[in-house]
């Protein structure tokens, strides 16, 4: 079976790999440009509370994922090394992300953080790690020199791929002129309110695969009553008609929830395709800045303590 996303955007393959199955459904992945493959759909972990996030990961790798995203400032990547550990699952079906703390920009904080990364999450290799923001106002505007260091652990063999997050256009054009490297991926927000598209170009200019974070916009899209009209269409939830424009738009996504039943929903996405109708209708309801829920990449400053 060809699935639907295969023909909308020539990197998702159907070399599964690590992309999971459950119900009979296989999320297919996304070939990087450097040839590495991604999972399309992964399970969030940003708000999980540390004290069930072991818990909520199992849950999640018995659903079927396989693509599970952490990061150093959301507290919760130890858990996610009990969850992998306790899981049978073998390592190279398994897809792990982390970011690099706010704190820790600065070359040599940089790499103590990346190995209190591996050491957190009991790996020796890392699938994707990225900058998780670019905090252009701190650092004397210095993020270049703290991307330079993510392709050492590249080079040690620590990280399979590198990447970032939050990056504007310009950001982007910037660190790779300045140093040759090109991100894998960019995590930025991304959903049907705030499309993004400005950030999604820039980085598609460039060959680095987009990844979408609050893909449900927080939730603020299920009451949308045109995504309700094609969820009634499809006999599906909002949820997963909303999933399934991101897929089809050829983004990586990785929902949250820490329900099972929930999880089983977010990942039944890959057996039904939203017609060209559906998807421009969803599209239109970009609101521009005005839809974004979280900070705005150019001026955030935040440090955790």
Not at 54 to 81: C, F, K, P, S, W
Request: charged fraction near 25%; include cysteine.
């Amino acid at each position: 079976m060809i699935h639907p996303a295969d023909s909308l955007d020539p990197r998702v393959n159907r070399e599964y790999g690590c992309g999971g199955t459950v119900g009979g459904m296989t999320v297919p992945t996304i070939t990087l440009n450097n040839q590495t493959t991604i999972p399309q759909l992964g399970f969030g972990v940003f708000q999980v509370p540390p004290a069930q996030t072991a818990d909520t990961v199992a849950t999640a790798l018995e659903v079927g994922y396989r693509h599970i995203d952490t990061a150093e400032m959301y507290g919760n990547e130890q858990e996610v090394g009990i969850a992998i550990a306790d899981s049978a699952i073998p390592r190279d079906q398994l897809y792990i992300t982390s970011k690099l703390n706010n704190g820790y920009h600065r070359p040599d904080d940089a790499r103590r953080a990346f190995d209190d990364t591996m050491a957190k999450l009991g790996l020796d290799q890392i699938d994707l790690f990225l900058i998780h923001w670019p905090l252009p106002t701190l650092y004397d505007g210095d993020f270049v020199s703290t991307w330079r260091t993510l392709g050492e652990f590249v080079a040690d063999g620590r990280a399979r791929s590198i990447g970032v997050s939050n990056f504007q256009p310009a950001h982007l054009d910037r660190i790779v002129a300045e140093t040759g490297v090109v991100p894998a991926v960019n995590q930025i927000e991304v959903h049907p309110y705030f499309a993004n598209e400005e950030a999604r170009a820039g980085s598609h200019r460039h060959g680095v695969a987009v990844e979408a974070w609050s893909p449900i916009a927080q939730g603020a899209v299920l009451d949308d009553e045109t995504i309700g009209k094609v969820a009634a269409v499809h006999g599906r939830t909002a949820s997963q008609v909303t999933l399934r424009w991101h897929v089809q738009r050829g983004d990586i996504v990785f929902p949250k929830s820490m329900r099972r039943e929930r999880m089983e929903e977010n990942f039944a996405i890959f057996d039904f395709e939203l017609s060209e109708d559906e998807m421009t209708a969803i599209s239109g309801l970009d609101r521009g800045e005005a839809g974004r829920t979280g900070p705005n990449p150019d001026v955030f400053d935040y440090v955790p303590e």
